[in-house]
């Protein structure tokens, strides 16, 4: 039983420190916690991400204020593929590997759900990462990029504008409310 007991806490010892840390010392507080594993974030940042999401060096990652970043947005630090060859290959580091890059997300950016931001991606200021979108190059300031891979759709005014013609009036400032209100618009009535 004893050697159980050490494998098991070999195994998820560092996992359960994490979650501790995150759960216990943070409070839940993604901002803070991802701040001391070393991640630069700016003031007024809206983090609904899982906090593993962030890689294993989230110390390459720095998140202008002002940006959201919403669930399930994978940012990769590093290249994992070469595993495959690592061990074999002249002056590679036979246990991390040699290909790590820095990701820096602007400052007001919005991050769609289930995105993936690769290594050595620079996101500019104003701008905005379509839902699903795999991010491999550089996203210059005020545009809106979307796909697999992302590609340029428009520009940040272009989009705004487009919004506009879709956008809602709604007066609700709380979720009861808002439930009504959206119910009578789309569907036409309670439900």
Not at 59 to 65: A, D, F
Not at 78 to 91: N, P
Not at 101 to 110: A, K, Q, V
Request: charged share 20%; net charge positive; proline share 4%.
């Amino acid at each position: 039983m004893g050697c159980l007991k050490v494998s098991l806490l070999s195994a998820f010892g560092p996992a359960i420190i994490h979650y501790f840390n995150y759960l216990v010392r943070f409070k839940g507080d993604n901002v803070a916690y991802l701040r001391h594993l070393g991640v630069r974030i700016g003031d007024h940042c809206q983090i609904n991400n899982s906090i593993n999401d962030f890689g294993t060096e989230p110390y390459l990652i720095e998140i202008g204020g002002g940006t959201t970043i919403t669930p399930r947005v994978i940012l990769l630090t590093h290249d994992g593929s070469s595993r495959l060859f690592r061990k074999t290959e002249i002056g590679m580091n036979a246990k991390y590997g040699n290909r790590f890059g820095t990701i820096r997300i602007g400052e007001n950016c919005f991050i769609g759900i289930h995105s993936i931001i690769m290594p050595g991606v620079s996101i500019g200021d104003n701008s905005i990462v379509g839902a699903g979108s795999v991010v491999s190059h550089d996203v210059p300031p005020n545009m809106v990029v979307a796909g697999n891979p992302a590609k340029l759709i428009c520009t940040l005014e272009e989009y705004k504008e487009r919004y506009r013609k879709k956008m809602l009036t709604l007066v609700s400032n709380n979720r009861s409310d808002l439930r009504e209100e959206l119910t009578q618009k789309l569907w036409g009535s309670q439900r």
